[in-house]
């Protein structure tokens, strides 16, 4: 397989691209992605049995299991990030190893509907909390210890992004193999 089709099996829908400015508008639709992830990730795993959860989306990638546990750990991180950076002033949080924690107990001995259900909930959860920000709450920031100062509108997006990005990788994996 050459790297160009590593990487589209990678990224299936491109690479993630902050917006230069953000405005209420795409705010919103970020909001509104947020808020349709969860049934986008049903649709994405109605009929797979466990031979196929267990079947990586690429070569040396996740399984379809794993990558449906990453969704809500991710974003429940996430999520405490805003909290986290709507409360006190620039906040330090800790990063985890999400290849690490794909490896877990609970990733291999947790049905997928239980992430899924937890996703559903976390994403409807999010949501309302972002829509009752400000536009300066979305200025708020907080301090990534790799990455500096991260800004809550950047990462609203990139949420918005993360989710659509893994569910493709379920998506694109069905394609492929005629699921």
Not at 10 to 18: S, V
Not at 42 to 66: C, K, M
């Amino acid at each position: 397989m050459n790297e160009i089709n590593l990487d589209e099996l990678k990224y299936p829908i491109g690479r993630f691209k902050p917006d230069e400015e953000f405005t209420a508008e795409t705010i919103k639709l970020y909001i509104k992605e947020i808020e349709e992830a969860p049934a986008a990730l049903r649709e994405a795993l109605d009929g797979l049995n466990d031979s196929q959860l267990d079947t990586p989306y690429r070569p040396g990638g996740w399984t379809i299991r794993q990558v449906v546990h990453h969704l809500p750990d991710s974003h429940m991180n996430s999520y405490i990030r805003f909290k986290l950076a709507l409360t006190e002033n620039d906040p330090e949080i800790k990063p985890y190893n999400d290849a690490d924690w794909a490896k877990l107990h609970d990733t291999f001995n947790t049905p997928v509907m239980v992430s899924v259900d937890l996703f559903d909930a976390l994403q409807h959860r999010w949501a309302m909390l972002l829509k009752g920000m400000s536009k300066d709450d979305f200025k708020k920031r907080f301090f990534h210890p790799e990455r500096g100062l991260v800004p809550l509108d950047r990462t609203v997006a990139l949420y918005a992004w993360h989710g659509k990005h893994h569910i493709a990788h379920i998506t694109s994996l069905r394609k492929r193999m005629g699921w």
